[in-house]
T-cell receptor
Framework: AQSVTQPDIHITVSEGASLELRCNYS??????LFWYVQSPGQGLQLLLK??????LVQGIKGFEAEFKRSQSSFNLRKPSVHWSDAAEYFC????????????FGTGTRLQVTL | DVKVTQSSRYLVKRTGEKVFLECVQD?????MFWYRQDPGLGLRLIYF???????EKGDIPEGYSVSREKKERFSLILESASTNQTSMYLC???????????FGDGTRLSIL
């Protein structure tokens, strides 16, 4: 069965500092990987996705993520965090099957200090 | 732009009531999903549907049922609401083949 681990429950960074959110997955084949962001009281918004090809993927809002098969990781990065990036971030793994089910991590809450 | 609409943002019901949560998508997506979200547990899949009138259980289907009579609409039903079903419920839809899911804004349901 597929699974996702986000080891950091809560991270605090200063505005302008760099950010890396960790995600490790378990899946038997080549996974489809996603990062979503959730602002308070809202649904989830897709930041970026990895299906195949270039292992460094660019997303919206200046985020990027790197797929490392050898480490079963898909970490999210941003060079300079803005106060508006404060939110909860979810990593998810899925398969190419018909139903496109996703398994989500438990999330990392990002706090940004000014 | 993609739009998934959940009928209520906030809902308060009493134990034992039958509760309906509605979700509509306007993207002609084949797949639709219902999740519940609880602090520290992330999103857990309740049920999903890959076609009209087709449904499959997710990870936590107990106490829930679903209905998909039309492609654009997917309903979650709490047959007899209990306090442990107080949660945030999120609906999502997607195309086939591992495509990203698009989410509604959620329904925060309280069972008293």
């Amino acid at each position: 069965a597929q699974s996702v681990t986000q080891p950091d429950i809560h991270i605090t960074v200063s505005e302008g500092a760099s950010l890396e959110l960790r995600c490790n997955y378990s899946y038997g084949a080549t996974p489809y990987l996603f990062w979503y962001v959730q602002s308070p009281g809202q649904g989830l918004q897709l930041l970026l996705k990895y299906f195949s090809g270039d292992t460094l993927v660019q997303g919206i809002k200046g985020f990027e993520a790197e797929f490392k098969r050898s480490q079963s990781s898909f970490n999210l990065r941003k060079p300079s965090v803005h106060w508006s990036d404060a939110a909860e971030y979810f990593c998810a793994v899925g398969a190419a099957g018909t139903a496109s089910k996703l398994t989500f991590g438990t999330g990392t809450r990002l706090q940004v200090t000014l | 732009d993609v739009k998934v609409t959940q009928s209520s943002r906030y809902l308060v019901k009493r134990t034992g009531e039958k509760v309906f949560l509605e979700c509509v998508q306007d993207m002609d997506h084949e797949n639709m999903f219902w999740y519940r979200q609880d602090p520290g547990l992330g999103l857990r899949l309740i049920y999903f549907s890959y076609d009209v009138k087709m449904k499959e259980k997710g990870d936590i289907p107990e106490g829930y049922s679903v209905s998909r009579e039309k492609k654009e609409r997917f309903s979650l039903i709490l047959e007899s609401a209990s306090t442990n079903q107080t949660s945030m419920y999120l609906c999502a839809s997607s195309l086939q083949g591992g495509q990203p899911q698009h989410f509604g804004d959620g329904t925060r349901l309280s069972i008293l």
